[in-house]
């Protein structure tokens, strides 16, 4: 197996020359104590403003082949449509025979570089060797598909971050990778080295030569024993929709425990929703749409969260919408729709009394309903009834087989005598009233 050299270099400011020469020294004294392999960091190819990496490649892919010794190094790659933060792979004889592009990436990188969508392993010696970068260490299952899908042995991670508190946490994530996949890891940063082996220890580094270390590298039997020592992963449960029903805290909605639940899901609530077959927004909505209601009326949506509703009113043509809802994280996302003129935070019963008589054109409450302590029925149709104007829709839909739950019953047959006086109403006028399919998943749902 191969002796690694892990090289550090400047990364000057100047241009590229200096640069590429620091690299074609290093690659020299590396070959001269008997290494196979010189690693560099990532973008230790540092072009300037030039975006011209290629002159820099073909200098170093010269000096691969005249010192007879690999190379994997980071740069910038630059084309007429796009740029990759990338880590070429170049044998001993020149020839280039991988070339990763970043796949993942944080919120800070990202918009800066364009995502790859290929991982990239090569062969040393009989050395599988894997290539990444930075934060593709916080992606466990792209480690797993190189170790399961394509023989990895060593995986070599370049990173160039320089914030300290999150170099020490991909510091002590290497060890989780090197482990979980019985591979080795190893982290090559701005100004320091580790290689993780498959028992979650440290290897250590030997140095003939100021900037570079160097490691023999012997894998051992642990790539034999792989297949037994790794659990068997179970996709379906990985992917699988999280039950909305059994995740629900019926609590009063004030109540921090609920509040927590809806800000901590706010982020993936959407997603959870469509996994679930939730249809009750372009049901209602399309309803309303059929009823005549103006496309330019001002629309109240109670009990926004997300804006999965207001988004389905707005792909029906309605463009004059106002969010409510009481949880900040939820109605921040809603916001990132930019379908609503207006985003009202607080609870209904509050917030409503502020709001002018007859101040909307359609009112309406989607999935809201289902416990007292969350939105009280008699509460709520008297403020719609209020805030609707003349001509106006009042339109409510609600999770049936929800609400046929013990927990959710008072809820049910307040809500039932509530619509049945309504009917008697001199000036309220019933144009629709009945059960709907597929409400969510297989739940039925009611609309009126």
């Known amino acids: 197996m191969p002796c690694i050299a892990f090289c550090q270099v400047s990364t000057p400011s100047e241009g590229k020359s200096l640069n590429t020469l620091e690299m074609i020294d290093k690659m020299k004294q590396a070959a001269l104590s008997g290494a196979k392999l010189a690693v560099f960091g990532e973008r230790a190819l540092n072009t300037g403003l030039t975006k011209d990496h290629k002159a820099s490649s073909k200098e ?17 790659e630059y084309n007429p449509l ?10 001993h004889s020149g020839k280039e025979v991988g070339c990763y592009r970043k796949v993942h990436f944080s919120c800070i990188d990202q918009g800066t570089f364009e995502a790859g969508t290929k991982m990239c392993v090569v ?11 930075g934060s593709d260490l916080l992606v466990p299952q792209f480690f797993t598909a190189m170790s399961s899908k394509a023989g990895a042995q060593l995986v070599i991670v370049a990173s160039g971050v320089e914030d300290h508190a999150l ?87 004030t109540s921090a425990a609920t509040q927590e639940f809806f800000h901590n899901r706010a982020g993936y609530y959407d997603q959870q929703m469509r996994d679930v077959q939730y249809n009750a927004p ?22 926004a969260g ?39 935070l607080g609870p209904f019963e509050v917030k409503a009394t502020s709001l002018p008589s007859g101040s909307f054109h359609v009112c309406h409450c989607v999935g809201s309903l289902m416990t007292m302590q969350w939105l009280n029925p008699l509460v709520l149709l008297q403020e719609m009834l209020r805030l609707v104007e003349v001509a106006g829709f009042l339109v409510l839909l609600w999770n049936t087989t929800e609400l046929k739950e013990p927990q959710c019953q008072e809820v049910a047959i307040t809500l039932e005598k509530i619509l049945d006086d309504l009917q008697m109403e001199e ?7 009945k059960s709907v399919p597929n409400y969510l998943g297989a739940c039925e749902g009611t609309l009126w």
């Not at 591979?183 to 290689?195: N, T, Y």
């Not at 000036?427 to 009233?433: A, D, E, M, T």
């Open 60 to 76: 170093i892919a010269i000096a691969a082949q005249q010192f007879s010794i690999a190379v994997i190094y980071g740069f910038v």
């Open 282 to 303: 372009m049901i209602v909505a399309k309803a309303v749409a059929q009823v005549g209601a103006q496309k330019n009326g001002r629309v109240l949506d109670i009990a």
């Open 167 to 253: 170099s020490s946490q991909y510091g002590t994530i290497v060890h989780a990778r090197a482990v979980e996949n019985q591979f080795h890891v190893a982290l090559v940063e701005l100004e320091a080295f580790k290689i993780c082996q498959p028992s979650g220890q440290t290897l250590p580094l030997h140095s003939n030569t100021e900037g570079i270390l160097l490691h023999d590298f012997q894998p051992g039997t642990f790539f034999k024993n792989r297949q037994q020592l790794l659990p068997k992963p179970q996709p379906e449960l990985y992917t699988a929709a999280i039950s909305y029903e059994t995740e629900v805290p019926w609590e009063n909605e």
């Open 306 to 344: 997300t804006g999965l509703v207001g988004e389905a009113f707005a792909q029906h043509g309605f463009v004059n919408m106002v969010a409510l809802d009481r949880n900040e994280a939820m109605l921040q996302e809603a916001e990132k729709k930019g379908i609503y003129k207006e985003i009202i």
């Open 123 to 133: 062969s040393l010696d009989n050395l599988r060797i894997g290539l990444a970068i």
């Open 82 to 91: 796009h740029m990759y933060n990338a880590l070429m792979f170049i044998d």
């Open 427 to 433: 000036g309220c006028k019933v144009l629709q009233h």
